[in-house]
């Protein structure tokens, strides 16, 4: 009697997958091709595979949009243990991280479009960020670094809608300068 071949299980593998495709997807074809059978196919399963491990499109936007902010936020933590001063710390690692997006999380821009029309996933993007503003309250409340913080989003902003940077300042003089502007101390 032989024994058939048993694919072994892996539901953490299948749902990085799925996250990693939808992800693709969008950098590559925009959020509207993130589509429940443009996913499974690239994955390699079936609808029903897909909604194994994710109710609806929308739960799988999420998820993506969850993978990319902790990917985000891994950044911020990789440049706050390399900070050694306290003094607007948070704000220089969100301007380093928020310039080189692109650069780690390249589907955090795309997905990030849906932070501007969509209310879900503006709301993970607000409550991420009163939870970091509120843990770096003490070092990061200044106005100046608020302002800062303002000018690093419209920056990044400015290159999704892929808006000429001003020919006297590169990308990287930009993010040097704003980085910058968060050691002055107010007074």
Known sequence: ????????????????????CAARLATECGLQAVTVQAVADAAGVTKGGLFHHFPNKQALIEAVLKDQL???DAVIEAQLTQDGD????????YVIANLSMAEYAPALESTCIAL?????????????????LARHHA?????E???VRYAA?????????????DLRMSRDQLRAKLVAL??????
């Open 1 to 20: 009697m032989s024994e058939g071949y048993e694919r072994k299980k892996q539901p953490e593998l299948v749902r990085r997958t799925l996250i990693d």
């Open 70 to 72: 902790d990917r985000f």
């Open 86 to 93: 306290s003094h607007g710390c948070f704000t220089r690692a």
């Open 116 to 132: 501007l029309t969509d209310p879900v996933a503006r709301n993970h993007w607000s409550d991420w960020l009163r939870a970091r």
């Open 139 to 143: 070092t990061d409340s200044a106005p």
């Open 145 to 147: 670094l608020e302002l």
């Open 153 to 165: 989003d419209g920056a990044w902003l400015a290159d999704l809608q892929q808006v000429p940077a």
């Open 182 to 187: 968060t050691t002055m101390r107010p007074g």
